[in-house]
C-alpha cells in the first residue's frame, strides 16, 4: 500500500507501518528535535535536498535565502484560497481537509491544523496517518496528553504503525518526561522491526532515555 509522500517516505505494510524504509517525515522532525537533546547526528536521514513542495505537515517550513514574508505569505494564499473554496461546495471532503490541515501546519498555525485534523476525523475516523499527525499537531502544540491519546487511537487501529510508535515514544520523553515509557515503545519498535535501517539511532535515543533513568534514580 502507497501512502501520500506527505505522510511517509516509502512504501508501507497493510498496518500502515514502515518496515525497512526511512523514518516517515514527522518522524524525522521529532527525531531532528530529540537529537538535539540527546546530541545523536542524524542529518543523513533527511531525504537530500527537501522541496518546499516535499515538505510533510511534521517539517517547518524552511525559509530560502532571498524569501521576502510577502512572497511566502501570497505563495500560502494562492494554496488555501481555492482549497477554501472547494471545501465550501464540498465541506465533508476528508481529503480537502487533510490538505488545509497539511498548509496550515506547514506554517506552524498548529491550532487551525488541529480543527482540519479534527473534522477530517469525524468523516473518516480510521484514517491512521491522519490521526497521528493532528497527534503531532497536539504535541507542537505543547498538549502532550491530548497527542498520546491520539497516536495510542491510531495505533489502535493499525498496531505495528511505525510512525506512531515512534512518535509516541518521543512524546512520552520530551513531552511527558516519561522515559521509562519512552524506552518501552522504542524497544517494541525495534522488536517488530529488526532490521529497519534506523535501528541505530531508536537504540541511541533508547540509550539516551535510560541514563535520565539512571539518573532520576540517582537524584532520589
Known amino acids: 500500500m502507497k501512502h501520500n509522500q506527505r505522510h511517509q517516505i516509502s512504501i508501507a505494510d497493510p498496518d500502515g507501518a514502515a518496515p525497512g524504509s526511512a523514518l516517515g517525515e514527522r518522524a524525522v522532525i521529532l527525531f ?16 537530500g535536498i527537501m522541496s518546499p513542495t516535499t515538505m510533510s505537515p511534521s517539517m517547518p517550513p524552511v525559509t530560502q535565502p532571498g524569501t521576502s514574508k510577502e512572497a511566502s505569505s501570497v ?25 488545509l490541515g497539511n498548509l496550515y501546519y506547514d506554517h506552524r498555525a498548529y491550532s487551525t491544523a488541529t480543527a482540519y485534523y479534527q473534522r477530517a476525523l469525524k468523516i473518516n ?77 531508536v537504540e541511541s535515543l533508547i540509550q539516551s532515555a535510560k541514563r535520565e533513568v539512571g539518573g532520576s534514580a540517582t537524584a532520589r
Do not use: M
Request: aromatic share 10%; charged share 20%.
Open 75 to 99: 505563495s500560502f494564499d494562492s494554496e488555501v484560497e481555492p482549497l477554501e473554496a472547494a471545501l465550501k461546495t464540498d465541506p465533508q471532503n476528508a481529503k480537502i481537509l487533510i490538505e
Open 32 to 47: 531532528v528535535f530529540i537529537s538535539l537533546v540527546a546530541g545523536i547526528g542524524i542529518g543523513y536521514l533527511l531525504r
Open 125 to 201: 475516523p480510521g484514517d491512521v496517518n491522519a490521526r497521528t499527525d493532528l497527534g503531532t499537531a497536539y504535541a507542537y502544540s505543547g498538549l502532550p496528553q491530548q497527542a498520546v491519546a491520539e497516536y495510542q487511537k491510531a495505533l489502535a487501529i493499525a498496531p505495528r504503525h511505525f510512525r506512531t510508535l515512534f512518535n509516541l515514544g518521543v512524546v512520552y520523553d520530551t513531552g511527558l518526561k516519561d522515559p521509562a515509557r519512552a524506552i518501552a515503545t522504542w524497544q517494541k519498535l525495534l522488536k517488530l522491526y529488526p532490521r529497519d535501517p534506523n535501528r541505530n539511532q
